[in-house]
């Protein structure tokens, strides 16, 4: 009888993964259909560089490259992060198995089920990852060092792969504490590939290996728990939409960003980051141009956080009907996300703002100008995204494009610069 039920049992779970993978592969084809444009116009922006495609794995074998020092290190692997994190989070939902999986978990099915098939389509979804891990792999044996030290470079690499997929699994179930551990295991291989140590590389990778897998057999996905909507919360909704305060004017994007509150983070966590860079570029005296670079990092914030905008224009097109009923001009509607995202901008560029009214106070209009200009940027955007929301990243990337232009002209007309 057990035999019958672990037979059921397998097969239930292989015709699960063929179900879960097939809709990731037609989520994803779908995904690329709709964005098709924007699909060309990378390859196309990327294609002069295929000879160098190597490349690609520099991020990688820059983390264990003794050669490197701890802060190149270090930068490098917090833009890794960032970028595995995007493209992880940009595929959650297609992982996860979509609003299907939500079906399911009134279903008995073991927990270790689902963390299974989430890793091995995860796995999947790395799959231009991998071809940079080969290559970050294949440039270790360019160390100037013994073969034993080599061997243990070897172990330290595949340590570091290990960390990493646990580390994107752990932000795929939202688990913050377990992604903090793994972000201290990948310091711990970044320092101690710079000593040139074998011993000291083989008790890293032991030690880190054993961080991730612990960390792995226990991380499990979490259920979402659903909250019951009372009389007295539709009572207070009621007199909110009535009213004329500030709480009813932003209420229907406070709501939006707070259903999305994971991607919302995420984006302005991003952008944080970009400010930072931005303040390091502007503080630098050794890098040439850094008015340009600024320029370029705060306008890609500003596509960054526009790309919020997809909810936005999602839930409008959701909730047609909540628009006919409550009187809430749609134009108005617009002009309050305009305005929010716009908020956005100015809580994420605060290091850059700060900075520069204290230390570079020549560089205050400058600064407002491509503040103001970004404005306007976001509202074209915002237009863009209520024409199409399947050619929206493509035609607000081209919109970025040309407002980088005309910020640069329009600076150096007025301040000379």
């Given at each position: ?63 264990i490259n003794p050669e490197i020092t701890l802060k190149l290190k270090f930068i490098n692997l917090i ?249 809430y001009p749609l134009g108005f509607k617009r002009l309050i996300e305009i305005i929010t995202i716009f ?75």
């Amino acid at each position: 009888m057990s035999e019958l039920t672990s037979d059921k049992s397998q097969h239930f779970s292989k015709k699960f993964f063929q179900f879960r993978a097939i809709y990731y592969f037609n989520e994803t084809k779908e995904l690329l259909a709709r964005h098709k444009l924007l699909v060309a116009f990378i390859i196309c922006l990327l294609a002069p560089g295929i000879s160098n495609v190597k490349a690609i794995g520099i991020p990688f074998f820059v983390i264990i490259n003794p050669e490197i020092t701890l802060k190149l290190k270090f930068i490098n692997l917090i833009a890794l992060l960032v970028f595995l994190m995007m493209l992880t989070t940009a595929q959650g939902k297609f992982i996860k198995g979509g609003t299907f999986r939500d079906y399911l978990q009134t279903f008995s099915i073991n927990p270790t089920v689902h963390k299974s098939i989430d890793t091995i389509i995860l796995l999947l979804s790395l799959n231009v990852v991998w071809l940079a891990i080969l290559f970050g792999g294949a440039m270790i044996p360019l160390i100037p060092a013994s073969n034993l030290l080599l061997y243990s470079y070897y172990a330290l690499y595949a340590a570091l792969i290990a960390n990493l997929i646990t580390f994107l699994l752990n932000s795929l179930y939202s688990r913050y504490i377990s992604m903090l551990a793994i972000t201290f295991s990948l310091v711990l291989i970044a320092m101690i590939s710079a000593k040139q140590i074998w011993q000291l590389n083989l008790i890293a990778f032991l030690l880190t290996g054993i961080i991730s897998i612990l960390n792995f057999r226990l991380i499990q996905p979490h259920r979402r728990k659903r909250k019951r909507f009372k009389n007295s919360q539709q009572k207070k909704f009621n007199q909110l939409m009535s009213g004329n305060s500030l709480k009813s004017t932003f209420l229907l994007q406070t709501a939006t960003s707070r259903a999305n509150r994971n991607t919302l983070l995420l984006r302005g966590g991003i952008c944080l980051l970009l400010s930072f860079l931005s303040y390091n570029l502007f503080s630098s005296q050794e890098v040439d141009r850094t008015g340009v670079f600024v320029l370029i990092l705060v306008n890609l914030e500003v596509y960054i956080l526009s790309t919020f905008m997809t909810f936005f224009q999602k839930d409008e097109l959701n909730f047609q009907l909540f628009h006919r009923i409550y009187p809430y001009p749609l134009g108005f509607k617009r002009l309050i996300e305009i305005i929010t995202i716009f908020g956005y901008l100015l809580l994420v560029t605060q290091p850059l703002m700060m900075f520069t009214l204290i230390k570079i106070p020549g560089n205050t209009r400058a600064l407002m100008i491509v503040l103001f200009i970004s404005l306007m940027t976001i509202a074209i955007n915002r237009l863009l995204y209520a024409y199409s929301l399947r050619f929206c990243l493509f035609t607000s990337l081209l919109n970025m494009i040309g407002n980088i232009i005309m910020q640069y002209i329009l600076i150096g007309a007025t301040l000379g610069n």
